[in-house]
């Protein structure tokens, strides 16, 4: 049964960076693809990015292109998400998610495509 344990959320002032961390546990072998959503008090479940394990392929959504990058270190079997400048509206529970079975690069927002799913964590952006 594969776990994912993310770490990295905390406080930070508007203009700040912080590093989240997602390590699979058990099957990390094959073709899957790692995502990164978000959800603020009272909004739904939002897409931040996603990355492919074996290409390194990565998406992101528009509201954090040129601030966030996804990457991810085989020898660590880490996928990290960089968040630098960021903005108050970016405060939320983040979630790493893994899909087993993508399909096309399409679908990778889609939180309804990923099996296995991180216990969250925060973080909180001060103005």
């Known amino acids: 049964q594969v776990q994912l344990v993310e770490s990295g959320g905390g406080l930070v002032q508007a203009g700040g960076s912080l590093r989240l961390s997602c390590v699979p546990s058990?099957?990390?072998?094959?073709?899957?693809?790692m995502g990164w959503f978000r959800q603020a008090p009272g909004k739904e479940r939002e897409f931040v990015g996603a990355?492919?394990?074996?290409?390194?392929?990565?998406d992101y959504a528009d509201s954090v292109k040129g601030r966030f990058t996804i990457s991810r270190d085989n020898a660590k079997n880490t996928v990290y998400l960089q968040m630098n400048n960021l903005k108050p509206e970016d405060t939320a529970v983040y979630f790493c998610?893994?899909?087993?079975?993508?399909?096309?690069?399409?679908?990778?927002?889609?939180?309804?495509?990923?099996?296995?799913w991180g216990q969250g964590t925060q973080v909180t952006v001060s103005s």
């Open positions: 990355i492919t394990w074996a290409g390194g392929i990565t």
């Open positions: 058990g099957r990390t072998v094959g073709r899957y693809v």
């Open positions: 998610a893994a899909d087993f079975n993508p399909g096309i690069a399409a679908l990778r927002a889609r939180w309804s495509e990923y099996d296995v």
